[in-house]
Nanobody, 126 residues
Framework: VQLQASGGGLVQAGGSLRVSCAVS????????FGWFRQAPGKEREFVAA????????VYRDSVKGRFAISRDNAENTVYLQMNNLKPEDTAVYYC????????????????????WGQGTLVTVSS
């Protein structure tokens, strides 16, 4: 499977942005998906994930209530809607996928995902 992230850009603090991850390949509905981000000089960190099957979602604490992950099986696309953006949300955002049915605690672990997109840059100005 191949992942293509898009939709990044420059936005003012308090604004909104939606990034997308187009997925090519078969059996889109059989994958769990995650969004991660990496700010300059920092390690890649978990943002949000969507588990296959029961569609359970998990978020890092700092984005709860502001970000929402969703998927469109008809369009083979995963979205991350980001509202009330803050300068500390500035990063390259990566989508990731894996066909395993993870336990909830594993969805936030970047090492369990097999497939990764190339990233899209989100810059939030103050």
């Amino acid at each position: 499977v191949q992942l293509q992230a898009s939709g990044g850009g420059l936005v003012q603090a308090g604004g909104s942005l939606r990034v997308s991850c187009a997925v090519s390949g078969r059996s889109f509905s059989l994958y769990s998906f995650g969004w991660f981000r990496q700010a300059p000089g920092k390690e890649r960190e978990f943002v949000a994930a969507f588990r296959r099957g029961d569609r359970k979602t998990v978020y890092r604490d700092s984005v709860k209530g502001r970000f929402a992950i969703s998927r469109d099986n008809a369009e083979n696309t995963v979205y991350l809607q980001m509202n009330n953006l803050k300068p500390e949300d500035t990063a390259v955002y990566y989508c990731a996928a894996d066909p395993k049915n993870f336990a909830s605690g594993s969805l936030s672990v970047k090492g369990v995902y097999t497939y990764w997109g190339q990233g899209t840059l989100v810059t939030v100005s103050s």
